[in-house]
Each structure stands twice: as C-alpha cells, then as structure tokens.
C-alpha cells in the first residue's frame, strides 16, 4: 500500500512539474492563478501525499482531486498549444417524477 501512494505521488509531481516544463518551453504565459496552482498543489502533495482532504473529491489512492485532474489537463493542453478547453459536462440532477 506504501508503494502504491508513494508511486501516485510521483506521478502527480512529474505531471505537476511536466506542464510547467512544457509551459516555459513552448513560452506559453500562464496565468498567475495557474501557476499558483500548480506550486501549491506540488507543496500539498509533498507535505500531505494528495493534494485534497475530502475523500468524496477524489478516489481514496489517488494524490490529485477530479477537478484538480481536470485543470492540470487544461494547463497541459494550452501549454502544447492546444486551443480548446476540456469540456465538462453540466451538472444535472435527476428528475423525481
């Protein structure tokens, strides 16, 4: 089990340290909030091993939330150049007829 989360947060770190690479290199200018993200998402998952406290964000072995998944992959996209945003679906409730 020790092998498995010190495994997932090195891959949330490199991914983490990947987009920003990726970033400077394409010389794409990241937002300030971006890349405040991605610094202390990186000090969060140092120190804590995840990057998120509520276990219904995220699943129990993984060091990065759903959504912080989801923003990562839009940094990721728009530092290689890619210009469409992720898409997320809206949230719908489900009728209670």
Do not use: C, H
Not at 10 to 35: F, H, I, M, P, T
Not at 56 to 83: D, F, M, N, P, W
Not at 85 to 92: I, N, Q
Request: no cysteine; proline share 2%; net charge positive.
């Amino acid at each position: 089990m020790e092998a498995r989360k010190a495994a997932t947060k090195r891959a949330a770190l490199n991914a983490l340290k990947r987009a920003r690479r990726a970033a400077d290199k394409a010389g794409v200018q990241l937002s300030d909030w971006e890349g405040e993200f991605l610094t202390e998402v990186g000090e969060r998952v140092k120190t804590y091993g995840r990057a998120f406290g509520d276990p219904e964000k995220g699943a129990l072995g993984e060091a990065l939330s759903v959504l912080q998944t989801v923003k990562l992959k839009e940094i990721t996209a728009k530092a290689k150049g890619e210009k469409k945003e992720l898409k997320r679906k809206p949230f719908r409730r489900k009728s209670r007829d």
